[in-house]
Protein backbone atom coordinates (compact mmCIF):
# COMPACT_ATOMS: atom_id res chain seq x y z
CA UNK A 1 0.00 0.00 0.00
CA UNK A 2 1.14 4.06 -0.84
CA UNK A 3 2.44 5.47 2.19
CA UNK A 4 2.56 9.57 2.91
CA UNK A 5 5.38 10.61 4.76
CA UNK A 6 4.65 13.83 6.84
CA UNK A 7 7.56 15.84 8.43
CA UNK A 8 6.37 18.71 10.82
CA UNK A 9 8.84 20.75 11.44
CA UNK A 10 7.64 23.11 14.49
CA UNK A 11 5.71 20.53 15.82
CA UNK A 12 5.18 21.21 19.56
CA UNK A 13 3.94 24.57 18.12
CA UNK A 14 0.35 25.51 17.82
CA UNK A 15 0.51 24.63 13.85
CA UNK A 16 2.15 22.03 14.97
CA UNK A 17 0.18 20.11 17.62
CA UNK A 18 -2.97 20.50 15.00
CA UNK A 19 -0.78 19.14 12.62
CA UNK A 20 -0.68 16.25 14.80
CA UNK A 21 -4.61 16.17 15.04
CA UNK A 22 -5.26 16.04 10.92
CA UNK A 23 -2.51 13.13 10.34
CA UNK A 24 -4.22 11.64 12.96
CA UNK A 25 -7.62 12.35 11.62
CA UNK A 26 -6.05 10.98 7.76
CA UNK A 27 -5.12 8.09 9.30
CA UNK A 28 -8.92 7.20 10.10
CA UNK A 29 -10.39 9.15 6.92
CA UNK A 30 -8.03 8.18 4.38
CA UNK A 31 -6.62 4.49 5.35
CA UNK A 32 -5.88 3.65 2.22
CA UNK A 33 -3.15 6.26 1.72
CA UNK A 34 -1.42 5.57 5.60
CA UNK A 35 -0.44 8.65 6.45
CA UNK A 36 2.55 8.98 8.61
CA UNK A 37 4.16 11.03 11.28
CA UNK A 38 7.37 10.90 9.83
CA UNK A 39 9.93 13.59 11.45
CA UNK A 40 8.80 16.15 14.16
CA UNK A 41 11.06 18.81 15.65
CA UNK A 42 10.93 20.61 19.06
CA UNK A 43 12.87 23.57 19.85
CA UNK A 44 12.45 24.37 23.82
CA UNK A 45 9.24 22.48 24.51
CA UNK A 46 10.57 19.12 25.28
CA UNK A 47 7.58 18.15 27.11
CA UNK A 48 5.40 18.55 24.01
CA UNK A 49 7.81 17.09 21.90
CA UNK A 50 7.71 13.84 24.28
CA UNK A 51 3.65 13.89 24.52
CA UNK A 52 3.57 13.50 20.48
CA UNK A 53 6.15 10.73 20.25
CA UNK A 54 3.91 9.14 22.50
CA UNK A 55 0.92 9.75 21.07
CA UNK A 56 1.93 7.75 17.35
CA UNK A 57 4.22 4.75 19.63
CA UNK A 58 0.80 4.09 21.00
CA UNK A 59 -0.60 3.77 17.61
CA UNK A 60 2.16 1.80 16.65
CA UNK A 61 3.79 4.50 14.74
CA UNK A 62 6.46 5.40 16.42
CA UNK A 63 8.13 8.37 14.93
CA UNK A 64 11.11 7.59 12.11
CA UNK A 65 13.12 10.66 13.03
CA UNK A 66 12.88 13.18 16.28
CA UNK A 67 14.42 16.57 16.14
CA UNK A 68 15.97 18.77 18.13
CA UNK A 69 16.68 21.75 16.59
CA UNK A 70 18.42 23.57 19.74
CA UNK A 71 21.65 21.98 20.52
CA UNK A 72 21.60 23.83 24.10
CA UNK A 73 18.20 22.29 25.09
CA UNK A 74 19.14 18.74 25.69
CA UNK A 75 22.22 16.50 24.89
CA UNK A 76 22.02 13.20 22.70
CA UNK A 77 22.37 11.16 26.51
CA UNK A 78 19.59 13.14 27.96
CA UNK A 79 17.81 12.63 24.85
CA UNK A 80 18.07 8.74 24.37
CA UNK A 81 16.75 8.23 27.96
CA UNK A 82 13.91 11.10 28.02
CA UNK A 83 12.82 9.74 25.02
CA UNK A 84 13.44 6.03 25.96
CA UNK A 85 9.97 4.52 25.93
CA UNK A 86 8.59 6.13 22.54
CA UNK A 87 9.84 3.20 20.24
CA UNK A 88 12.32 5.25 18.34
CA UNK A 89 15.01 3.04 16.75
CA UNK A 90 18.99 4.67 17.40
CA UNK A 91 19.00 6.36 14.13
CA UNK A 92 15.79 8.87 14.68
CA UNK A 93 17.39 10.97 17.04
CA UNK A 94 19.07 14.18 15.11
CA UNK A 95 20.46 17.34 16.51
CA UNK A 96 20.59 21.04 15.36
CA UNK A 97 19.16 23.08 13.14
CA UNK A 98 20.96 21.01 10.58
CA UNK A 99 18.69 18.51 11.15
CA UNK A 100 15.97 20.19 10.00
CA UNK A 101 17.14 20.79 6.72
CA UNK A 102 18.49 16.96 6.15
CA UNK A 103 14.96 15.54 6.96
CA UNK A 104 13.17 18.30 4.58
CA UNK A 105 15.20 17.10 1.91
CA UNK A 106 14.73 13.38 2.96
CA UNK A 107 14.10 11.03 0.07
CA UNK A 108 11.62 8.98 2.63
CA UNK A 109 9.80 12.67 3.29
CA UNK A 110 6.62 13.02 0.89
CA UNK A 111 5.18 16.43 2.49
CA UNK A 112 6.90 18.92 4.85
CA UNK A 113 4.79 21.22 7.02
CA UNK A 114 7.00 24.22 7.18
CA UNK A 115 5.13 25.32 11.20
CA UNK A 116 8.80 26.77 12.93
CA UNK A 117 7.63 30.47 13.59
CA UNK A 118 10.18 33.40 12.42
CA UNK A 119 12.99 33.75 10.23
CA UNK A 120 14.25 30.42 12.09
CA UNK A 121 12.00 28.41 9.57
CA UNK A 122 13.73 29.61 6.43
CA UNK A 123 16.66 27.22 5.82
CA UNK A 124 14.38 24.49 6.16
CA UNK A 125 11.50 25.73 4.05
CA UNK A 126 13.63 26.43 1.13
CA UNK A 127 15.42 22.85 1.54
CA UNK A 128 11.93 21.17 1.18
CA UNK A 129 11.39 23.93 -1.92
CA UNK A 130 14.55 22.41 -3.55
CA UNK A 131 14.14 19.14 -2.58
CA UNK A 132 10.91 19.36 -4.45
CA UNK A 133 8.64 18.46 -1.37
CA UNK A 134 5.03 18.91 -1.39
CA UNK A 135 5.37 22.07 1.13
CA UNK A 136 1.98 23.24 3.57
CA UNK A 137 3.42 26.56 4.35
CA UNK A 138 2.59 28.16 7.76
CA UNK A 139 6.02 29.71 8.01
CA UNK A 140 5.23 32.91 6.10
CA UNK A 141 8.13 34.91 7.22
CA UNK A 142 10.21 32.56 4.39
CA UNK A 143 8.42 34.31 2.07
CA UNK A 144 8.57 37.78 3.37
CA UNK A 145 12.32 37.38 4.03
CA UNK A 146 13.10 35.11 0.53
CA UNK A 147 10.15 35.15 -1.59
CA UNK A 148 11.69 36.00 -4.62
CA UNK A 149 14.24 33.43 -4.53
CA UNK A 150 11.37 30.99 -3.29
CA UNK A 151 10.18 31.31 -6.62
CA UNK A 152 13.05 31.14 -8.13
CA UNK A 153 14.02 27.35 -6.73
CA UNK A 154 10.63 26.37 -7.19
CA UNK A 155 10.48 27.36 -10.94
CA UNK A 156 13.07 24.78 -11.29
CA UNK A 157 11.91 22.43 -8.49
CA UNK A 158 8.05 22.38 -9.23
CA UNK A 159 8.07 21.83 -5.44
CA UNK A 160 3.99 22.73 -4.98
CA UNK A 161 3.49 24.98 -2.06
CA UNK A 162 0.31 24.78 0.12
CA UNK A 163 -0.47 27.70 1.74
CA UNK A 164 -1.64 27.23 5.56
CA UNK A 165 -2.43 30.83 6.68
CA UNK A 166 -6.05 30.70 7.11
CA UNK A 167 -6.06 33.85 4.48
CA UNK A 168 -3.81 32.50 1.55
CA UNK A 169 -5.63 28.80 1.91
CA UNK A 170 -8.87 30.93 1.25
CA UNK A 171 -7.27 32.57 -1.31
CA UNK A 172 -6.27 29.40 -2.72
CA UNK A 173 -9.41 27.24 -2.19
CA UNK A 174 -11.29 30.59 -3.99
CA UNK A 175 -8.93 29.91 -7.12
CA UNK A 176 -8.75 26.16 -7.58
CA UNK A 177 -12.49 26.16 -8.34
CA UNK A 178 -12.29 28.76 -11.27
CA UNK A 179 -10.94 29.24 -14.29
CA UNK A 180 -10.21 32.73 -14.71
CA UNK A 181 -7.79 34.93 -12.86
CA UNK A 182 -9.21 37.37 -10.08
CA UNK A 183 -8.39 41.29 -10.54
CA UNK A 184 -7.83 41.42 -6.53
CA UNK A 185 -7.15 39.41 -3.76
CA UNK A 186 -9.16 40.60 -0.72
CA UNK A 187 -7.21 39.45 2.34
CA UNK A 188 -9.36 39.91 5.98
CA UNK A 189 -8.03 40.60 9.13
CA UNK A 190 -9.65 40.06 12.36
CA UNK A 191 -8.18 43.32 13.64
CA UNK A 192 -7.31 41.98 16.36
CA UNK A 193 -7.22 42.58 20.59
CA UNK A 194 -7.28 46.50 19.52
CA UNK A 195 -9.74 46.66 16.72
CA UNK A 196 -11.24 49.02 18.63
CA UNK A 197 -8.78 50.63 20.76
CA UNK A 198 -7.35 54.13 20.74
CA UNK A 199 -4.06 54.96 20.27
CA UNK A 200 -3.90 55.81 23.69
CA UNK A 201 -5.15 52.43 24.71
CA UNK A 202 -2.65 51.01 22.60
CA UNK A 203 0.25 53.17 24.24
CA UNK A 204 -0.53 51.50 27.56
CA UNK A 205 -1.26 47.70 26.25
CA UNK A 206 0.89 45.31 27.89
CA UNK A 207 1.89 41.83 26.78
CA UNK A 208 -1.13 40.50 28.29
CA UNK A 209 -3.68 42.36 26.29
CA UNK A 210 -1.72 42.07 23.46
CA UNK A 211 -1.36 38.52 23.39
CA UNK A 212 -5.41 37.97 24.27
CA UNK A 213 -6.55 37.64 20.28
CA UNK A 214 -10.57 37.77 20.01
CA UNK A 215 -10.54 34.84 17.49
CA UNK A 216 -7.59 32.78 17.66
CA UNK A 217 -5.21 30.88 19.71
CA UNK A 218 -1.59 31.04 18.50
CA UNK A 219 2.22 31.00 19.06
CA UNK A 220 3.32 34.30 21.14
CA UNK A 221 4.46 36.08 18.14
CA UNK A 222 2.22 35.90 15.66
CA UNK A 223 -0.55 37.29 18.32
CA UNK A 224 1.74 40.33 18.87
CA UNK A 225 1.90 40.87 15.35
CA UNK A 226 -1.96 40.29 14.31
CA UNK A 227 -2.35 43.32 17.69
CA UNK A 228 0.22 45.00 15.35
CA UNK A 229 -1.63 43.93 12.40
CA UNK A 230 1.58 43.45 11.48
CA UNK A 231 0.74 39.80 10.72
CA UNK A 232 -1.56 41.19 7.99
CA UNK A 233 1.50 43.08 6.61
CA UNK A 234 3.24 40.11 6.85
CA UNK A 235 0.16 38.54 4.64
CA UNK A 236 0.35 40.99 1.79
CA UNK A 237 3.88 40.27 1.30
CA UNK A 238 2.71 36.41 1.45
CA UNK A 239 0.51 36.67 -0.99
CA UNK A 240 2.32 38.73 -3.48
CA UNK A 241 4.92 35.84 -3.76
CA UNK A 242 2.77 33.46 -3.42
CA UNK A 243 0.23 33.65 -6.37
CA UNK A 244 2.72 36.35 -7.73
CA UNK A 245 0.54 39.31 -7.68
CA UNK A 246 1.65 42.83 -7.30
CA UNK A 247 0.83 44.44 -4.19
CA UNK A 248 -1.92 46.91 -5.91
CA UNK A 249 -3.75 44.02 -6.47
CA UNK A 250 -4.02 42.98 -2.58
CA UNK A 251 -6.36 44.67 -0.56
CA UNK A 252 -7.22 44.16 3.17
CA UNK A 253 -10.57 44.32 4.62
CA UNK A 254 -11.53 44.02 8.60
CA UNK A 255 -13.58 40.85 9.23
CA UNK A 256 -13.89 40.85 12.90
CA UNK A 257 -15.96 36.99 13.32
CA UNK A 258 -13.04 35.49 11.24
CA UNK A 259 -15.65 33.36 9.60
CA UNK A 260 -15.05 34.96 5.79
CA UNK A 261 -10.89 34.06 5.74
CA UNK A 262 -10.50 36.04 2.23
CA UNK A 263 -12.13 36.70 -1.21
CA UNK A 264 -11.18 36.87 -4.69
CA UNK A 265 -12.85 39.79 -7.01
CA UNK A 266 -13.39 38.93 -11.02
CA UNK A 267 -13.23 41.43 -13.56
CA UNK A 268 -16.88 41.06 -13.66
CA UNK A 269 -17.00 42.70 -10.08
CA UNK A 270 -18.27 39.34 -8.48
CA UNK A 271 -16.45 37.92 -5.46
CA UNK A 272 -15.89 34.76 -4.16
CA UNK A 273 -14.97 34.06 -0.75
CA UNK A 274 -14.20 30.77 1.78
CA UNK A 275 -16.26 30.24 4.89
CA UNK A 276 -15.18 28.45 8.03
CA UNK A 277 -15.64 28.87 11.49
CA UNK A 278 -12.16 30.21 12.58
CA UNK A 279 -9.58 26.86 13.58
CA UNK A 280 -6.43 25.74 11.50
CA UNK A 281 -7.15 22.51 11.16
CA UNK A 282 -8.81 23.50 8.27
CA UNK A 283 -6.65 25.05 6.41
CA UNK A 284 -3.71 22.60 7.44
CA UNK A 285 -5.97 19.39 6.17
CA UNK A 286 -6.40 21.01 3.22
CA UNK A 287 -3.04 21.95 2.17
CA UNK A 288 -2.15 18.00 2.89
CA UNK A 289 -4.82 16.44 0.64
CA UNK A 290 -5.57 19.23 -2.13
CA UNK A 291 -6.73 18.67 -4.37
CA UNK A 292 -8.89 16.03 -2.70
CA UNK A 293 -11.27 17.02 0.35
CA UNK A 294 -11.83 14.74 3.44
CA UNK A 295 -13.81 14.73 6.81
CA UNK A 296 -12.29 17.22 8.62
CA UNK A 297 -11.93 18.06 12.82
CA UNK A 298 -12.50 21.56 12.41
CA UNK A 299 -16.28 22.03 12.41
CA UNK A 300 -18.21 23.40 9.54
CA UNK A 301 -20.89 26.33 10.20
CA UNK A 302 -23.80 25.47 12.08
CA UNK A 303 -26.71 26.16 10.28
CA UNK A 304 -29.09 26.74 13.57
CA UNK A 305 -26.74 29.04 14.75
CA UNK A 306 -26.86 32.77 13.62
CA UNK A 307 -23.55 34.35 12.07
CA UNK A 308 -23.00 38.18 11.59
CA UNK A 309 -20.55 39.01 9.51
CA UNK A 310 -19.15 42.50 9.48
CA UNK A 311 -16.90 43.62 6.73
CA UNK A 312 -14.91 47.02 7.69
CA UNK A 313 -11.97 49.17 5.59
CA UNK A 314 -9.12 48.84 7.66
CA UNK A 315 -8.06 51.89 9.12
CA UNK A 316 -4.41 52.58 8.10
CA UNK A 317 -3.92 55.86 10.35
CA UNK A 318 -4.42 53.62 14.27
CA UNK A 319 -2.83 50.66 12.01
CA UNK A 320 0.60 51.79 10.13
CA UNK A 321 1.65 48.16 9.56
CA UNK A 322 -0.47 47.88 6.40
CA UNK A 323 1.28 50.87 4.56
CA UNK A 324 4.44 49.31 5.43
CA UNK A 325 3.20 45.93 4.26
CA UNK A 326 2.24 47.22 0.93
CA UNK A 327 5.48 49.42 0.86
CA UNK A 328 7.73 46.00 0.97
CA UNK A 329 5.05 44.36 -1.22
CA UNK A 330 6.10 46.56 -3.90
CA UNK A 331 9.94 47.18 -3.44
CA UNK A 332 10.69 43.56 -2.44
CA UNK A 333 14.72 42.77 -2.85
CA UNK A 334 16.11 43.51 0.64
CA UNK A 335 13.11 44.74 2.46
CA UNK A 336 11.53 42.10 3.19
CA UNK A 337 14.50 40.48 5.27
CA UNK A 338 15.14 44.21 7.09
CA UNK A 339 11.30 44.18 8.24
CA UNK A 340 10.75 40.39 9.42
CA UNK A 341 13.71 40.69 11.38
CA UNK A 342 13.13 44.48 12.89
CA UNK A 343 9.56 43.01 13.80
CA UNK A 344 11.29 40.32 15.38
CA UNK A 345 13.49 42.23 17.39
CA UNK A 346 10.77 44.47 18.34
CA UNK A 347 8.16 41.55 18.89
CA UNK A 348 10.55 40.34 21.81
CA UNK A 349 11.40 43.71 23.07
CA UNK A 350 7.88 44.27 23.28
CA UNK A 351 7.21 40.99 25.61
CA UNK A 352 10.17 41.74 27.63
CA UNK A 353 8.25 44.77 28.40
CA UNK A 354 11.28 46.90 26.63
CA UNK A 355 9.33 48.99 24.85
CA UNK A 356 5.79 50.14 23.87
CA UNK A 357 3.32 48.09 22.27
CA UNK A 358 3.12 51.55 19.73
CA UNK A 359 6.93 51.23 19.20
CA UNK A 360 6.75 48.20 17.17
CA UNK A 361 5.97 49.29 13.91
CA UNK A 362 7.73 52.50 13.90
CA UNK A 363 10.90 50.83 15.08
CA UNK A 364 10.57 48.66 11.97
CA UNK A 365 9.60 52.05 9.97
CA UNK A 366 13.23 53.40 10.78
CA UNK A 367 15.37 50.10 10.39
CA UNK A 368 13.81 50.36 7.21
CA UNK A 369 14.67 53.91 6.15
CA UNK A 370 18.33 53.32 7.34
CA UNK A 371 19.20 50.08 5.69
CA UNK A 372 21.01 49.79 1.89
CA UNK A 373 18.65 48.47 -0.25
CA UNK A 374 19.24 45.60 -2.55
CA UNK A 375 16.58 45.08 -5.37
CA UNK A 376 18.35 41.58 -6.29
CA UNK A 377 19.82 39.81 -3.43
CA UNK A 378 21.13 36.68 -3.08
CA UNK A 379 20.96 34.52 -0.01
CA UNK A 380 23.96 35.48 1.43
CA UNK A 381 23.05 38.92 1.22
CA UNK A 382 19.52 38.08 2.25
CA UNK A 383 20.87 36.62 5.48
CA UNK A 384 23.32 39.81 5.66
CA UNK A 385 20.29 41.86 5.47
CA UNK A 386 18.75 40.00 8.02
CA UNK A 387 21.28 39.92 10.63
CA UNK A 388 21.98 44.01 9.93
CA UNK A 389 18.47 44.62 10.76
CA UNK A 390 18.37 42.42 13.53
CA UNK A 391 21.26 44.82 15.07
CA UNK A 392 20.20 48.24 13.71
CA UNK A 393 16.91 47.41 15.72
CA UNK A 394 18.26 46.15 18.97
CA UNK A 395 20.46 49.46 19.19
CA UNK A 396 17.17 51.35 18.47
CA UNK A 397 15.46 49.24 21.56
CA UNK A 398 18.34 50.70 23.73
P1 LIG B 1 4.41 28.65 18.03
O1 LIG B 1 5.21 29.65 18.77
O2 LIG B 1 3.22 28.06 18.68
O3 LIG B 1 5.37 27.45 17.56
C1 LIG B 1 6.59 27.70 16.95
C2 LIG B 1 7.34 26.43 16.65
O4 LIG B 1 8.65 26.75 16.18
C3 LIG B 1 7.55 25.55 17.88
O5 LIG B 1 7.57 24.20 17.48
C4 LIG B 1 8.93 25.98 18.35
O6 LIG B 1 9.59 25.00 19.14
C5 LIG B 1 9.63 26.16 17.03
N1 LIG B 1 10.77 27.06 17.10
C6 LIG B 1 10.85 28.25 17.75
N2 LIG B 1 12.07 28.81 17.57
C7 LIG B 1 12.77 27.95 16.80
C8 LIG B 1 14.10 27.94 16.30
N3 LIG B 1 14.95 28.95 16.54
N4 LIG B 1 14.49 26.88 15.56
C9 LIG B 1 13.67 25.85 15.31
N5 LIG B 1 12.40 25.79 15.78
C10 LIG B 1 11.95 26.83 16.51
O7 LIG B 1 4.02 29.34 16.65
P2 LIG B 1 2.74 29.06 15.73
O8 LIG B 1 2.50 27.61 15.60
O9 LIG B 1 1.64 29.94 16.15
O10 LIG B 1 3.26 29.64 14.33
C11 LIG B 1 4.17 28.92 13.50
C12 LIG B 1 4.20 29.59 12.13
O11 LIG B 1 2.91 29.48 11.55
C13 LIG B 1 4.51 31.09 12.19
O12 LIG B 1 5.27 31.44 11.07
C14 LIG B 1 3.14 31.74 12.11
O13 LIG B 1 3.19 33.01 11.51
C15 LIG B 1 2.41 30.75 11.20
N6 LIG B 1 0.96 30.76 11.37
C16 LIG B 1 0.40 30.39 12.55
C17 LIG B 1 -0.98 30.40 12.72
C18 LIG B 1 -1.61 29.94 14.01
O14 LIG B 1 -2.84 29.85 14.06
N7 LIG B 1 -0.88 29.65 15.06
C19 LIG B 1 -1.86 30.84 11.64
C20 LIG B 1 -1.18 31.16 10.42
C21 LIG B 1 0.18 31.13 10.30
P3 LIG B 1 9.41 24.96 20.78
O15 LIG B 1 7.99 25.36 21.06
O16 LIG B 1 9.70 23.52 21.08
O17 LIG B 1 10.41 25.89 21.35
MG1 LIG C 1 -3.33 34.33 8.68
Given at each position: ?25 L ?19 L ?28 SS ?32 V ?7 V ?97 T ?25 W ?17 I ?7 A ?33 L ?78 T ?18
Amino acid sequence: PSKVNVAVLGATGSIGTATADVIENLQRVDPQRNWRLWAASGHRNLDELKTISERFHQQGQPLQRLIFSSPEAISSAQAATRFADCGLSEHAFAFGPEALCAAASDPAVDIVVAAIVGRAGLESTLAAVEAGKRVALANKETLVVAGSLVQRIQESSRAPILPVDSEHSAIFQCLADSKAVPTKLILTASGGPFRAASVEQMQNATPKDALAHPTWQMGRKISIDSATMMNKALEIIEARWLFDFAADQIEVMVHPQSIIHSMVEFADGSTIAQLSPPDMRLPIQYALTYPQRMSCPAPALDRRKTYDLTLLPADQERFPALALGFQVAKSGGTSGAVVNAANEVAVESFLNEQIRFTDIVPLCQKVLENHTYDPNPSLTQLLQADRWARKEAQHCVG
